[in-house]
């Protein structure tokens, strides 16, 4: 399921050998809203950093050192997909850009051994007026982060 208003875009990365160069947002892009601030996060193995949304700023999230599980909530009253969950793994192995959009609930979860970045370009500067958030074990987000052996 494939929450509405979520975005996924493969991302170039052009290896040699001296290293690689992986692109991520360019403004010609027909994805490209405007832009606010690029930040990185950084993420340890097993370590979660959500729940939270924004209430105007569009995110757009590539990870580019590890690999994390994001996952993604939709509580907004009007949408298609109220009520629906989306994992997304993304990082060396799946290098996509993601867009969410505002008043989507979305948290990430550090996967595998390494410690994984993650580069965000946001279409506002931050603002603490504009961000909610709750704890990643809330009854209210129908949601267990813990491991799952499919």
Same mark, same amino acid.
């Given at each position: 399921? /494939?929450? &509405?208003?979520?975005?996924?875009?493969?991302?170039?990365?052009?290896?040699?050998?001296? =290293? /690689?160069?992986?692109k991520?947002?360019?403004? +010609?892009?027909? #994805?490209?809203?405007?832009?606010g601030?690029?930040?990185?996060?950084?993420?340890?193995? =097993?370590?979660?950093?959500?729940? #939270?949304? #924004?209430? %105007?700023?569009?995110?757009n999230?590539?990870?580019?050192?590890?690999?994390?599980?994001?996952?993604?909530? +939709?509580? $907004?009253?009007?949408?298609?997909?109220?009520?629906?969950?989306? &994992?997304?793994?993304? =990082?060396? +192995?799946?290098?996509?850009?993601? /867009?969410?959009?505002?008043?989507?609930?979305?948290?990430? %979860?550090?996967?595998?051994? /390494?410690?994984?970045?993650?580069?965000?370009?946001?279409?506002?500067?931050? +603002?603490?007026? &504009?961000i909610? $958030?709750?704890?990643?074990?809330?009854?209210?987000?129908?949601?267990?982060w813990?491991?799952?052996? #499919?």
């Open positions: 399921m /494939t929450i &509405e208003g979520i975005q996924i875009h493969p991302l170039q990365r052009i290896p040699d050998e001296r =290293g /690689t160069i992986l991520m947002l360019r403004s +010609d892009a027909p #994805h490209f809203q405007k832009f601030e690029i930040y990185f996060s950084t993420v340890y193995p =097993g370590a979660i950093k959500g729940w #939270h949304l #924004h209430t %105007k700023i569009t995110l999230y590539a990870v580019i050192l590890g690999t994390i599980k994001l996952v993604l909530y +939709d509580d $907004r009253e009007t949408s298609k997909t109220q009520g629906e969950v989306q &994992e997304l793994f993304l =990082g060396e +192995d799946n290098y996509c850009l993601v /867009t969410i959009p505002p008043l989507i609930w979305n948290g990430f %979860k550090g996967i595998g051994t /390494t410690k994984a970045m993650v580069a965000n370009c946001a279409t506002i500067p931050h +603002d603490p007026e &504009e909610q $958030r709750c704890n990643p074990f809330t009854a209210s987000i129908p949601y267990d813990s491991l799952k052996h #499919h």
